[in-house]
């Protein structure tokens, strides 16, 4: 059972989207880590206006921060300066904000694995030159 695992929007998507197509990967992906999956504000906002997309979709995602299968554990105010730091070196993949509070929850977490369908984090790094542990479609624990 993987613990701490830091969850990006993709997999929230999936998970809910019957028709997505990783759908059944990232069902199978949450089964196997112990909630809470961790995340970000910027990962919820994503994800909740995404999710409108999906017949019930705003449902089902605060439906998974209710029941506490996903948890917020991360503050924007508290880490802005490190966050933009990162937005500004990997401008030109480009880094989203919710990709930066990713990468710097991994930092602040380094025994965590970040849960996503994004491939861009292959290429990110965690203190300027660590790869970044994932649980992809790419790379499965």
Known sequence: MIRGAIVDTGPILALIDARDQHHAWAKSQFAKIAPPLLT???VAT????????????????LDLFRREVAQLDFSLAGQ??????????WADVPMSLADACLVRMSELRPK???FTLDGDF????????????????????
């Open 40 to 42: 970000c504000e910027a």
């Open 46 to 61: 994503e994800a909740l206006h995404l999710a409108r997309r999906v017949d019930g979709g705003v449902h089902a995602v």
């Open 112 to 114: 965590s694995v970040v």
């Open 80 to 89: 802005f300066v490190e966050v933009g730091a990162l937005v500004e070196r």
């Open 122 to 141: 292959d290429v990110y790094r965690r203190f300027k030159r660590q790869r970044i542990p994932l649980l992809t479609r790419r790379a499965t624990l």
